[in-house]
């Protein structure tokens, strides 16, 4: 079987590209509209966005960009899909890491702003799996 991928790697990596344009939807948006582009925002969030140091987009616009590439490289059967995934998962990262470093979003807003955070980070991490898992097999050239 070494070479061929099975059709449910061919599913997985489709959906995984469904993601990563998602993510870099949401990026655009939070670029274009800051603290509006996930509806009406409160003081607290314009104040937050406002704070945001001018790298923190460009960090957010490479997770996404290189998720999102990492899974059409995944489809397409390249092994440059690994280190994409590598990249989008260090910038997630950081992007986050820096989010509950150095604000109090946590403490204003709840412990449920960093569930869809660790989701994040956990389906990053699922894809550096899959990924490597797919180079192991022969899957990706």
Not at 28 to 37: D, F, V
Not at 95 to 124: C, E, M, N, R, W
């Amino acid at each position: 079987m070494r070479g061929k991928r099975p059709a449910w790697f061919a599913i997985i990596a489709g959906v995984l590209i469904l993601w990563g344009l998602m993510g870099v939807f949401a990026c655009i948006q939070q670029i274009r509209l800051g603290a509006e582009a996930m509806g009406p925002a409160t003081d607290y969030d314009r104040a937050l966005f406002a704070s945001l140091p001018a790298w923190y987009n460009g960090v957010y616009a490479l997770a996404t960009g290189a998720g999102l590439a990492g899974a059409i490289a995944l489809f397409l059967g390249r092994r440059v899909a690994l280190p994409l995934f590598v990249i989008a998962l260090v910038a997630v990262l950081v992007q986050f890491g820096y989010l509950f470093a150095t604000s109090d979003i946590v403490a204003v807003k709840g412990v449920g702003t960093i569930y869809f955070p660790i989701f994040i980070v956990a389906v990053t991490v699922g894809e550096i799996w899959l990924a490597n898992h797919a180079v192991r097999r022969g899957w990706l050239r």
